[in-house]
Protein backbone atom coordinates (compact mmCIF):
# COMPACT_ATOMS: atom_id res chain seq x y z
CA UNK A 1 0.00 0.00 0.00
CA UNK A 2 1.07 3.48 -0.83
CA UNK A 3 -0.06 6.69 1.14
CA UNK A 4 0.52 10.23 0.35
CA UNK A 5 0.31 13.12 2.45
CA UNK A 6 0.31 16.44 1.59
CA UNK A 7 1.03 19.59 3.23
CA UNK A 8 1.23 23.27 3.06
CA UNK A 9 -2.45 25.29 2.02
CA UNK A 10 -3.78 27.94 3.55
CA UNK A 11 -5.29 31.35 2.92
CA UNK A 12 -2.68 33.61 1.42
CA UNK A 13 -3.25 37.45 0.29
CA UNK A 14 -2.90 38.01 -3.52
CA UNK A 15 0.58 38.31 -4.67
CA UNK A 16 1.85 35.93 -1.67
CA UNK A 17 3.26 32.53 -1.79
CA UNK A 18 2.97 28.96 -0.46
CA UNK A 19 4.90 25.79 -0.28
CA UNK A 20 3.23 22.71 -0.32
CA UNK A 21 4.40 19.06 0.08
CA UNK A 22 3.40 15.59 -0.80
CA UNK A 23 5.00 12.91 0.59
CA UNK A 24 4.46 9.35 -0.53
CA UNK A 25 5.23 6.49 1.64
CA UNK A 26 4.52 2.79 1.73
CA UNK A 27 5.68 -0.11 -0.36
CA UNK A 28 7.63 1.64 -3.31
CA UNK A 29 9.82 0.80 -5.77
CA UNK A 30 10.23 3.49 -8.49
CA UNK A 31 8.02 6.39 -9.06
CA UNK A 32 7.76 8.14 -12.37
CA UNK A 33 5.83 10.93 -12.64
CA UNK A 34 4.88 13.55 -9.74
CA UNK A 35 2.48 15.93 -10.48
CA UNK A 36 0.33 18.41 -8.81
CA UNK A 37 -3.53 19.06 -10.24
CA UNK A 38 -6.27 21.44 -8.45
CA UNK A 39 -10.09 21.84 -8.77
CA UNK A 40 -11.85 25.00 -8.27
CA UNK A 41 -16.02 25.08 -7.01
CA UNK A 42 -17.72 23.95 -10.13
CA UNK A 43 -15.47 23.66 -12.06
CA UNK A 44 -13.00 19.83 -13.23
CA UNK A 45 -9.96 19.07 -11.80
CA UNK A 46 -6.47 20.33 -13.83
CA UNK A 47 -3.30 19.96 -14.47
CA UNK A 48 -0.87 21.98 -12.93
CA UNK A 49 2.65 20.95 -13.26
CA UNK A 50 4.26 17.43 -13.54
CA UNK A 51 7.72 15.93 -13.55
CA UNK A 52 9.08 13.17 -15.17
CA UNK A 53 12.54 11.40 -16.06
CA UNK A 54 14.07 14.91 -15.60
CA UNK A 55 11.39 16.81 -17.24
CA UNK A 56 9.00 18.95 -16.59
CA UNK A 57 5.29 21.04 -17.58
CA UNK A 58 3.13 23.44 -16.85
CA UNK A 59 -0.23 24.90 -17.37
CA UNK A 60 -0.11 28.13 -19.14
CA UNK A 61 -1.51 29.59 -16.09
CA UNK A 62 1.09 29.01 -13.59
CA UNK A 63 4.04 29.14 -15.84
CA UNK A 64 6.55 31.50 -14.85
CA UNK A 65 5.10 31.70 -10.82
CA UNK A 66 4.94 28.09 -10.15
CA UNK A 67 8.05 25.71 -9.49
CA UNK A 68 7.90 21.69 -9.16
CA UNK A 69 10.60 20.33 -7.66
CA UNK A 70 10.72 16.67 -6.72
CA UNK A 71 13.70 14.80 -3.78
CA UNK A 72 13.76 11.28 -4.54
CA UNK A 73 15.66 9.96 -1.46
CA UNK A 74 12.58 11.52 0.59
CA UNK A 75 9.87 10.41 -2.36
CA UNK A 76 8.52 13.91 -2.02
CA UNK A 77 7.25 16.56 -4.61
CA UNK A 78 6.94 20.36 -3.71
CA UNK A 79 5.20 22.91 -5.31
CA UNK A 80 6.38 26.28 -4.46
CA UNK A 81 3.73 28.76 -5.47
CA UNK A 82 4.73 32.52 -6.42
CA UNK A 83 2.52 36.18 -6.97
CA UNK A 84 -1.01 34.45 -6.34
CA UNK A 85 -3.65 34.91 -7.64
CA UNK A 86 -7.03 34.85 -6.65
CA UNK A 87 -8.03 32.37 -9.39
CA UNK A 88 -5.31 29.89 -8.23
CA UNK A 89 -8.15 29.21 -5.24
CA UNK A 90 -8.58 25.78 -5.39
CA UNK A 91 -7.86 21.96 -4.03
CA UNK A 92 -4.68 20.83 -4.66
CA UNK A 93 -3.91 17.44 -5.19
CA UNK A 94 -0.48 15.58 -5.52
CA UNK A 95 -0.52 12.78 -7.94
CA UNK A 96 2.07 9.95 -8.11
CA UNK A 97 2.56 7.18 -10.81
CA UNK A 98 4.78 4.55 -9.69
CA UNK A 99 5.51 0.94 -9.12
CA UNK A 100 5.68 -1.43 -5.67
CA UNK A 101 7.86 -3.90 -7.03
CA UNK A 102 10.20 -4.46 -10.07
CA UNK A 103 7.41 -6.29 -11.58
CA UNK A 104 4.48 -4.34 -10.68
CA UNK A 105 2.39 -2.44 -13.24
CA UNK A 106 1.94 0.92 -12.82
CA UNK A 107 -0.02 2.64 -10.29
CA UNK A 108 -1.77 6.25 -10.02
CA UNK A 109 -2.41 7.48 -6.10
CA UNK A 110 -3.91 10.88 -5.24
CA UNK A 111 -3.22 12.62 -1.79
CA UNK A 112 -5.96 13.66 -0.19
CA UNK A 113 -6.21 17.98 -1.23
CA UNK A 114 -5.10 20.47 0.18
CA UNK A 115 -7.13 23.85 0.12
CA UNK A 116 -5.51 27.17 -1.46
CA UNK A 117 -7.36 30.26 -0.90
CA UNK A 118 -6.06 33.40 -2.24
CA UNK A 119 -7.74 36.88 -1.23
CA UNK A 120 -7.99 39.97 -3.60
Known amino acids: QVQLVESGGGLVQAGGSLRLSCAAS????????MGWYRQAPGKQRELVCITSSGSTNYAASVKGRFTISRDNVKNTVYLQMNSLKPEDTAVYYC???????????????WGQGTQVTVSS
Open 26 to 33: GTIFSISV
Open 95 to 109: NVILRSGRYSPLSTY
